[in-house]
């Protein structure tokens, strides 16, 4: 496992742009699969975007085109790029990882979480 920690959540106009960032430690996660998840109020945890060990990225097709994953293994940090924010994209943001995964899009599949971070956006 691997302990991560969120932060560049915030209050943000429709349409504005934020990047999250998840910060590693104990580990190096270069050859971690991960993930970003997010929980809206009221709403299951679901899946966002997410990275394989190798390098392969998926989307949720909500955020495809807006949003953009990434992983810095020198930096030991996942990010999440965020543009064109929406109303609906409202929630709090989980990132996890787990050791030479797929990339999956399934929370049971990781097993190491971040405690999140806030993301509100206004219209």
């Known amino acids: 496992q691997v302990q991560l920690v969120e932060s560049g959540g915030g209050l943000v106009q429709a349409g504005g742009s934020l990047r999250l960032s998840c910060a590693a430690s104990?580990?190096?996660?270069?050859?971690?699969?991960m993930g970003w998840f997010r929980q809206a109020p009221g709403k299951e945890r679901e899946f966002v975007a997410s990275i394989s060990w190798s390098g392969y990225t998926y989307y949720t097709n909500s955020v495809k085109d807006r949003f953009t994953i990434a992983k810095d293994n020198a930096k030991n940090t996942l990010y999440l790029q965020m543009n064109t924010l929406k109303p609906e994209d409202t929630a709090v943001y989980f990132c996890?990882?787990?050791?030479?995964?797929?990339?999956?899009?399934?929370?049971?599949?990781?097993?190491?979480w971040g405690q999140g971070t806030q993301v509100t956006v206004s219209s």
């Open positions: 996890a990882a787990v050791f030479l995964g797929p990339g999956s899009q399934r929370m049971n599949d990781y097993d190491s």
């Open positions: 104990g580990r190096t996660i270069s050859r971690f699969a």
